[in-house]
């Protein structure tokens, strides 16, 4: 075997694992084929009448194996509620009325107007499918049905919760990606926009606006893995092993979410008064590289260690001795000028929000 085969299956194994936690999706379909197949197996060895319908019990671990514990639990709760209260309805209605198309729409139509309660979440759809399997094939024996159907979800349920309380995920990588993409964005931003200023042309507003836009997707991206990463840690064991690390994510997250906020508002300014069409422009030629300059420590402020391996000072702190500077600028630009320059004071203060943010 070659060196270079050598390295590659030394190095095989963390590869791998890089990419097992980047996709959590993966470890998902794994716990829920095995919690399915054990569901199964529990299934098949039930005495009768469990025994007669065994794939009910793949079912329940299907719907127990989520990304998180939490969910795991909360989703297998809601689900069998929601059956037992579609498998009511079906009975209640099946003892007065015989089969026909008036039972069915009346099922169908009490399960749906029960589905929309809050108790059940996202698992309402449950109880019209509960009702519809009950009134169909439970036809003639009823009760055995219905006790089958619902105690093999139940068994079910029981297992893929137990699959994920063995494997829990913790999801710490996927929302630290998330969070990395929305500070690369957020630094690409403000590195074009002090650019543009440099430039001393008008900035587009159609331009902006569209890239202010395109912000919103990683924003809400960020938002939601950092939302499941914590939902992840509730109840799990593996959570206490990591701790600093999901406590790291979270400051990160909010540090990040005020960073957004911040961007945002500076390129509605900026749009708004520093715009094509504009004869009053608010910062002109003297204010506009102050705010640059300004924009660039933001940004550099924004990037991690690893971006800037290569500095020796705080980019936090040079951030903050930026504001200052804009801020004195722009006091002698009011006292010389007399104007309020009301812009370019909005502007420090939505600045200094941020400069407190990654100060702290």
């Given amino acids: 075997m070659t060196a270079g085969a050598v390295r590659w299956w030394r190095r095989a194994p963390a590869a791998v694992h890089r990419t097992w936690v980047r996709h959590p999706r993966w470890s998902l379909a794994v716990r829920g084929a095995l919690a399915a ?3 199964w197996l529990v299934g098949v060895v039930a005495p009768a009448p469990f025994s007669e319908y065994p794939y009910y019990a793949p079912l329940g671990a299907v719907i127990a194996t989520t990304t998180t514990l939490a969910r795991s639990v909360s989703d297998s709760v809601r689900t069998v509620g929601a059956l037992l209260l579609g498998a009511g309805i079906a009975l209640a209605v099946d003892s007065v009325l015989v089969p026909s198309v008036l039972s069915v729409a009346l099922v169908v139509g009490l399960a749906l107007a029960c589905a929309g309660w809050r108790v059940f979440g996202g698992q309402g759809a449950w109880v019209a499918n509960s009702a519809i399997f009950v009134l169909v094939l439970g036809e003639g024996q009823d009760a055995e049905y219905v006790g089958a159907f619902a105690g093999l979800v139940v068994v079910g349920a029981a297992i893929g919760t137990g699959v994920n309380l063995l494997l829990p995920p913790l999801l710490l990588t996927p929302s630290g990606l998330a969070l990395g993409a929305l500070r690369g964005a957020l630094v690409e931003q403000l590195d074009d926009l002090a650019g543009r200023l440099d430039d001393e042309g008008a900035l587009d507003a159609e331009e902006w606006e569209r890239r202010r836009r395109g912000l919103f997707p990683t924003i809400e991206g960020a938002r939601a893995a950092v939302a499941r990463s914590g939902e992840a840690s509730r109840g799990n064991p593996r959570a206490w092993r990591h701790g600093d690390r999901a406590r790291s994510q979270a400051r990160e997250a909010d ?9 945002d508002e500076v390129v509605r300014l ?4 520093e715009g094509t069409g504009r004869d009053d422009v608010a910062l002109g030629p003297r204010l ?3 705010l640059a300059t300004a924009l660039r420590a933001f940004a550099d402020a924004l990037r991690t260690p690893e971006d800037d391996a290569g500095r020796t000072d705080d980019p936090g702190a040079a951030f903050a001795r930026s504001l200052d500077g804009f801020r004195d600028v722009v ?9 309020d320059h009301f812009v370019a004071g909005a502007l420090l203060v939505v600045l200094r929000r941020a400069a407190d943010v990654l100060d702290g």
Avoid: I, K, M
């Fill in 331 to 339: 006091r002698d630009a009011r006292e010389q000028s007399g104007d």
């Fill in 270 to 273: 900026l749009v708004g008064w």
């Fill in 255 to 263: 540090a990040l979410g005020t960073a957004a906020e911040v961007v």
């Fill in 288 to 290: 506009r590289p102050e």
């Fill in 37 to 39: 197949a054990l569901a």
